[in-house]
């Protein structure tokens, strides 16, 4: 069994929430390199999507190893130190706790895994996409995975026999502290009771995918812890990680990124705080857009049935995303055109855990009750 795991933070950025310097990157690839040599990982890559280092490790000691989740926090931690050391803003932002328990969910990282057979006749060839996301919640790949794994208009492939009798998904309510609150829906059948719960992108999300006609197989794996819900206050954005293997019993790469021409609405951007447009841009991009416009990346990986990972192919890198990246300002400057008001901003309850918040409350505080005059005529008639 081969594990791939992905392992995102933001420990710190140069010059605001642009990007991780080169100091900490050379730092986070020299832990995997010693971790790879030491026989714990059997292979890595180390990319970043705006301020957030992405560790991707393959190894065969499953999901939630603590070893592996260690490996990734130490990784953190030295790159941490350097940004302190060169006085980078937000400096450990992500590292919520002191220590992980064995387990960096619950202590800042986003996480997401994905165990599978690598001997499985069904999958003569393996490849794979690591989807990651900046300056958004970790709702933010709810549509473009409903739309491949439901409709024929984004994926054509659904068509197919291999696919036909369709995927279950397992979503998550990612406002219930402790133990995961989760459900199980089939699709196609239950699309539509997916959209119900998908369509709050703050609430619930997409934790993994598996295959009907082969339950043993999942395709999709997705962080979902939200940063307020594990720190009490806001930490910034959740900023998901997605693993999705492609081809064959799964979705093509082109079918698997097509939703993303969209440009859809996501929660967060500047402050986490607004609704602004996802745009799709090549991987390792800094955040230098007005109002820190939020960013997708894609990297696809093919993997050796031992555990070698191929070079990545930079699928946002394209030009012919520039479109879409056209497409994405044009709807955030309408966005922005409305400031504060309304859907511009996301709702009172989502700022719960921001100061703006406080500034409420303390608004609050000056609100006085005026008690109801009584009405000129019946005065007159008494």
Not at 216 to 244: F, N
Not at 298 to 309: D, F, M, N
């Amino acid at each position: 069994m081969l594990t791939i795991s992905a392992i995102k933070a933001d420990v710190g950025s140069v010059g605001g929430h642009t990007r991780p310097s080169s100091r900490m990157m050379e730092a986070a690839r020299n832990h995997l390199s010693q971790a790879a040599k030491r026989g714990l990982i059997i292979d890595y890559d180390v990319t970043h999507t705006g301020d957030d280092i992405c560790l991707l490790m393959i190894h065969n000691r499953g999901n939630d190893h603590p070893e592996i989740h260690e490996l990734a926090w130490d990784t953190f931690k030295a790159a941490t130190k350097i940004a302190q050391e060169e006085g980078l803003y937000g400096a450990g932002q992500d590292l919520l706790k002191d220590a992980p328990s064995g387990n960096v969910r619950g202590a800042g990282p986003g996480a997401a895994e994905l165990t599978f057979d690598e001997t499985a006749k069904e999958r003569p060839a393996e490849s794979f996409m690591i989807f990651t996301a900046d300056k958004c919640g970790p709702g933010a790949f709810n549509f473009p995975l409903w739309a491949v794994f439901t409709s024929p208009l984004f994926c054509a492939g659904l068509m197919l026999p291999q696919m036909r009798p369709g995927f279950r998904v397992t979503v998550i309510d990612m406002e219930h502290a402790g133990a995961d609150r989760i459900i199980e829906l089939d699709v196609p059948e239950r699309h539509l009771d997916l959209a119900v719960l998908l369509r709050d992108e703050n609430r619930f999300g997409i934790k993994a995918i598996h295959s009907r006609r082969y339950p043993s197989q999942q395709v999709v794996a997705v962080s979902t812890d939200r940063l307020h819900t594990i720190a009490g206050e806001y930490k910034g954005k959740d900023d998901p990680v997605a693993i999705v293997r492609s081809q064959n019993i799964f979705p093509a790469p082109e079918e698997l990124v097509s939703p993303y021409l969209t440009a859809h609405f996501v929660a967060g951007d500047a402050r986490g705080s607004h609704n602004m447009p996802l745009m799709p841009a090549a991987i390792n991009t800094a955040i230098t857009g007005p109002y820190c416009l939020p960013i997708v990346s894609c990297v696809a990986y093919s993997l050796t049935k031992e555990g070698k990972l191929s070079e990545g192919v930079d699928v946002f890198g394209n030009p012919v995303w520039d479109a879409t990246r056209l497409k994405a300002q044009q709807k955030a400057d309408e966005m922005r055109r409305q400031g504060f008001v309304g859907p511009a901003m996301l709702p009172m309850q989502e700022l719960e855990y921001s100061a703006f918040r406080k500034t409420l409350a303390e608004l609050e505080e000056q609100f006085r009750i005026v008690e109801k005059a009584e009405p000129a005529y019946a005065k007159a008639g008494s």
